[in-house]
């Protein structure tokens, strides 16, 4: 969440809550409904209550959908610079891109991802839940494969650890609570610069 820790912990909660009640069927199209309700949401709440005025958040998620062939598939959301990652067979992908000013920069060759990691403007979104009612929501279909595994995270986690290091611990814990848990404790550890949520 973002706009002060109080507003960006309230817009976080509608986010979650509102999604996940507004997620009646298994469908992308569900979903990005869904996420568009969150988005609507936390725009009335904000309006409400005054002292939550300019709250956001940034949201990613994956949910098991019947996919546009009629086959099984994963329907991926994402706003802002959370993040999904895929590992599969001892390698890490980042399935989402980030909505931010620095991956703007990154995209364009006019940063490389080195200097976007320190850069001090590095947590300026480009797009978040909350800001207006016209949100752009970055969505697609993925295959699901026996083996593979997802992982979805705050920039608390990413910008703490290394792509390696998060790999390293995704091949010693198999159990997610577990991998979750030493995921945060080591960002933490690291530095704890920002929230760190891990899924």
């Not at 099984?72 to 989402?96: H, K, M, P």
């Not at 295959?143 to 290091?165: A, K, T």
């Amino acid at each position: 969440g973002m706009g002060g820790h109080q507003g960006g912990e309230v817009a976080a909660s509608i986010a979650v809550s509102t999604t996940l009640s507004q997620f009646k069927n298994p469908s992308r199209v569900a979903l990005i409904r869904a996420v568009a309700f969150a988005n609507s949401a936390i725009l009335e709440r904000s309006t409400a209550d005054k002292s939550l005025s300019g709250m956001g958040t940034t949201l990613c998620a994956l949910a098991a959908v019947v996919g546009e062939s009629g086959l099984d598939g994963l329907a991926v959301v994402n706003v802002g610079d959370s993040r999904i990652y895929r590992w599969a067979r001892g390698e890490l992908f980042q399935v989402t891109e980030d909505h931010s000013l620095v991956a703007d920069l990154v995209r364009s060759g006019e940063l490389t991802v080195e200097e976007a990691a320190r850069h001090p403007q590095r947590n300026i979104l480009t797009r978040a839940l909350g800001i207006n009612h016209d949100l752009i929501v970055d969505t697609w279909e993925l295959i699901p494969v026996i083996g593979d595994r997802y992982l979805l995270c705050s920039d608390g986690l990413f910008n703490e650890l290394s792509d390696e290091r998060i790999s390293e611990l995704l091949e010693v814990h198999k159990d997610p609570s577990v991998l979750a848990q030493e995921l945060v404790d080591r960002a933490v550890d690291s530095g704890g610069h920002d929230n760190v949520t891990v899924g």
